[in-house]
């Protein structure tokens, strides 16, 4: 009889996050915005509606909605640490309120789908680069004060190399215990009545 196995198994848990987390993701695509194609008088906020009041001046609410994985995911082994990546597609919508809204999310579909934009990203970071823009769309926006103003949406597709590293299973030590032969009778065994 073999004896079981004493090894204990190495942590598979997970040692780090993904990344880029989506605050970074966050801060990059709002970087690129106030940078490059947002107009000055514009105010940028991360995050979904809540009860404070809109600001005074024209602004724009960008949100991530989608997260879609585009492939499987990759292995790239190391001596301690399994390093998991995989491309995503993500979507942040963006929500622009006050005079222009659709004009402004016009300029910055043109300009999140030019090549200047992929390269802005390629400069700041090699994991993630701008991919592509839905439909603008208006939306009727009445203020507290019932007073319409414009409104419109745009999705902006942005693909990332998320990663995510944790440790490996090793062994590092093998130990064997030897089997022997066993000098069987030279007579067969009897069946047991």
Avoid at 56 to 65: H, K, L, P
Avoid at 169 to 174: F, I, K
């Amino acid at each position: 009889m073999v004896p079981p196995d004493s090894h204990t198994p190495d942590p598979t848990e997970v040692t780090t996050q993904l990344i880029p987390t989506e605050s970074t993701i966050m801060h990059m695509v709002g970087d690129w915005l106030t940078e490059v194609a947002l107009p000055a008088d514009w105010a940028l906020i991360q995050g979904q509606q809540n009860r404070l009041p809109p600001p005074a001046q024209r602004f724009m609410v960008m949100q991530t909605i989608t997260r879609r994985p585009l492939a499987t995911n990759r292995h790239v082994y190391g001596h301690t640490t399994t390093t998991i990546t995989q491309p995503v597609e993500l979507a942040i919508q963006l929500t622009a309120y006050g005079d222009d809204a659709i004009t402004t999310l016009g300029t910055i579909s043109t300009l999140w789908r030019d090549p200047a934009a992929v390269s802005w990203f390629q400069q700041k970071r090699d994991d993630m680069a701008p991919l592509n823009t839905g439909s603008i769309m208006q939306h009727s926006f009445i203020t507290a004060e019932q007073q319409y103003e414009d409104s419109a949406t745009l999705t902006l597709l942005l693909i990332i190399q998320t990663r995510l590293c944790r440790s490996a299973e090793t062994a590092l030590a093998l130990s064997m215990s030897s089997i022997r032969e066993v000098d069987l009778p030279s007579q067969p065994l009897s069946p047991i009545s």
